[in-house]
Nanobody, 122 residues
Framework: QVQLAESGGGLVQPGGSLRLSCASS????????MTWYRQAPGKEREWVAS???????KYADSVKGRFTASRDDSKNMMYLQMNSLKPEDTGVYYC????????????????WGQGTQVTVSS
């Protein structure tokens, strides 16, 4: 099992930026996918972006062009740079780890962090 810990959330005005981080414990496996999900109050958890250990990156249409996901495996870290934030980006952001390659996250299985709250409001 991989332990994950998100950080970097907070309150930001519409149009602002935040950078989320996800620290992971070392995994002995090379083929894996790290994914950002988010969950707004009263809504289901939704996929945001995935980054594979092979370098593939894919985004949900709602964040494409505004968010950038990346990972640094030498530091066991994943990041989500969020620009031009909108109120509808508000929610708890979770980091997920799965073995294998999944272009759109692969669903709600795998290992999860505790989440970090992002609130976009004026």
């Amino acid at each position: 099992q991989v332990q994950l810990a998100e950080s970097g959330g907070g309150l930001v005005q519409p149009g602002g930026s935040l950078r989320l981080s996800c620290a992971s414990s070392r995994s002995p496996y090379t083929r894996n996918t790290m994914t950002w999900y988010r969950q707004a109050p009263g809504k289901e958890r939704e996929w945001v972006a995935s980054v594979t250990s092979g370098g593939g990156v894919k985004y949900a249409d709602s964040v494409k062009g505004r968010f950038t996901a990346s990972r640094d495996d030498s530091k066991n870290m994943m990041y989500l740079q969020m620009n031009s934030l909108k109120p509808e980006d508000t929610g708890v952001y979770y980091c997920n780890f799965k073995l294998g390659y999944y272009t759109t996250g692969g669903g709600l299985s795998g290992d999860w962090g505790q989440g970090t709250q992002v609130t976009v409001s004026s």
